[in-house]
């Protein structure tokens, strides 16, 4: 916090005793006017591209583009690296930064710096886009980054965080990466509104990165979903996770995550919405689970998470298990698949419901069998099934089932 | 040609007369009519279909196919008596009963869909498929009603053998199957199982209706292997090939037998 206030005070005394100079590049020699310029001076770039990369920034500055300048690695270097505080980097257009098999080239990268603003930047075609290693206090924003590797070997990230603090990544539009956002050791991030699509691997994948917040983003189409791993104290809500199709891709996959919240999420068409494992404590209420193939898979390793008021429509199987152990709570959602009834009209259905399919299991067990679905044998046997369990879970079962749906947002 | 028209004429006639193929018209509208009504859009209905597609139809063609034909047994003797090539007419009785019985589930199905349309695209083709699936349904267990009914004079045989067909089909088949995949749990077994499918018409269909409604599902990795098999073209030609012979392979044998009959 003392570093904060400083902060602050040092930009009064520059903007009342420096008044920055501004210095325009006509020419390609911002390597030069980089060197030049002084501490807290503003440097238009005006068009052009350029290619003497990479350019490193050691003071704090404000870099912006006009009419389109292009910084271009020409495939084999680093782009922009910035080492100090409280730099500016506004709308540029960054390319090609190199392909490293031993460096994680970076189109823009941070590096042990703090109050960094990037704001309104294009990025295509590089390894990887932004990278911010041990940063905090930064804006991410409104940036577009594309690329279009076809292998994940030799591709990089969108946005990627390494021992970050502080950091609020926003409005950004990744896609084509190798994982759109990135996240490792990262404390008191917030991810706001992004779309990350099209993605080789994963849209957003963290791990280690406690008490971080991801809110309205929009996860499409990425090569394995979202994956989240060994963090606790996550909050996930109003996040659209929809189309992440094949057979190790995920909505969202959380691995040991404790103490977290998900809630108001939609989850739509999905090969599998969420799938937990040796997750705790994790709260899951009033999302929707919509046409996804798997609603949610719950190992048996997580333990006293809870599901409450979601809703579980149109997807072939809403609740699968590994076994007949369960550990969380299923309580008060809406199962489109419910056929009980509510005597006394209070909204709760008074016939517990079985979200756990004999087939699920089967298939889970013997993925070839998924060919009978919906067979008529194989509805006789799920019903068997839910009138007497045997295999499946006999205490994964909802008591307070609704009779409405949840109503959305 | 002209025979085989003279013969479907009347008989189309006669099974008008009976109602039924006016009853099974009437169910199907009502109830696809119903569930677009209150059952929610038309991607809730589908599904909801695609269960009495699987079920009904082949339970009604095969029951109804064998009942008919005991039931105008002294008509089929009386027509024999006339100079009347038996070829003819055994196609004549096949297609005056299949053609309608079709039609009627067709229009059923399709009727009340014109009226509402679709909540979105990918619907149509669900319906196309749906409704082609249960033509070629028809088409099958009524060939197969055909067959086993000429095969065995006496009528309560015959409809207990139908239904245990049916049954054979609809339940007992899958069972097998997926004893098989529980057994040789260790060994890959999608081609094997696709495979198993071309042998019942029932399974057949019904993955073609699969492959429309739980796309999401079915790409798991086992899925992709089904999804890239039936989805090419290779796949869509194996499926409309097989049961292109399951319809015509039981309409040959019955056909065969019926040219061999001694009445």
Redo the contacts between chains.
Sequence with gaps: MRHRHFFFLFIFVSAVFLHGKTWVVKTPTLAQIITAAEPFDTIIVDGGIHRNTPYEIRKPLVLIGENGPVLDGGGKTEILIVHHDSVVIRDLTFQNAGISFVDDNAALRIEKASHIRVENNRFKDNFFAVYLAQAAQCTIRNNHITASNIRETNSGNGIHLWYCEDILIEGNQVSGQRDGIYFEFVMNGRIRNNLSENNLRYGLHFMFSDTCEYTENTFRNNGAGVAVMYTEAVKMHRNLFVDN???A?YGLLLKEIRDSEITHNIFR???VGIYTESSNRVMVSQNDFL????GVKIQSSSLENVFTANNFI?N??DIATAGRQNHSRFDGNYWDKYTGYDLDRDGVGDVAFRPVRLFAY?VQ????????????????LDRAERLLPVITPPTLQDNRPLMERVNPL | MRTIGKIIKYEVRDILRSKFVLFYFIFFLLLTEGLLRFGGGSTKTLASLSNVVLLVIPLMAIIFGAMYLYHSREFTELLLTQPVNRHQLFTGLYLGLAVPLGLSFGAGLGLPFLFHGFDDAGDVMLLLVMIGSGVFLTFIFTALAFWISVAYNERVKGLGISIVLWLFFAVIYDGLVLLVVAWFADYPLEKAVITFTLFNPLDLARILLLLQMDASALMGYTGAVFQRFFGSFWGISTAATALMVWTVMPFWMGMRKFTQKDF
């Design positions: 199709w094949g057979s891709s068409g999905n090969s046409e996804n193939g798997w149109g072939s199987f089967i067990q013997n993925p070839p069998a998924l060919i009978l679905m919906r067979s008529l044998f194989v509805d006789l």
